[in-house]
């Protein structure tokens, strides 16, 4: 299985971004698909995630801007980011928890990264 995310890029401060994150491979089901940023030398943090069904969560600092969404027969999940500011600026992780067969558990992967940097 292999995530892969795009949409990263220079944007000025007020603008908007979306980042893309798709999955393939043998993917039976999936459950929680989010988005996590890092940067440098801070620990990656969640900041929005999506089960197969039921509420969107998001981290306070970005209620409000940021959107998540997701397209199930597609397995790919979106991050609509609006009124950007440069504290946003960090490398935009996705995750997405994946059962490939049966019987397992979901399995946690992960996206190589795209960076999104917020002109002020």
């Known amino acids: 299985v292999q995530l892969q995310a795009s949409g990263g890029g220079l944007v000025q401060a007020g603008g908007s971004l979306r980042l893309s994150c798709a999955a393939s491979g043998r993917i039976l089901s999936t459950n929680v698909m989010s988005w996590y940023r890092q940067t440098p030398g801070k620990q990656r943090e969640l900041i929005a995630a999506i089960p197969t069904g039921g509420s969107t969560q998001y981290a306070g600092s970005v209620k409000g801007r940021f959107t998540i969404s997701r397209d199930n027969a597609k397995n790919t999940v979106f991050l609509q980011m609006n009124s950007l500011k440069p504290e946003d600026t960090a490398v935009y992780y996705c995750?997405?928890?994946?059962?490939?067969?049966?019987?397992?558990?979901?399995?946690?992967?992960w996206g190589q990264g795209t960076l999104v940097t917020v002109s002020s």
């Open positions: 995750n997405a928890q994946i059962r490939s067969w049966l019987p397992s558990a979901y399995y946690d992967y």
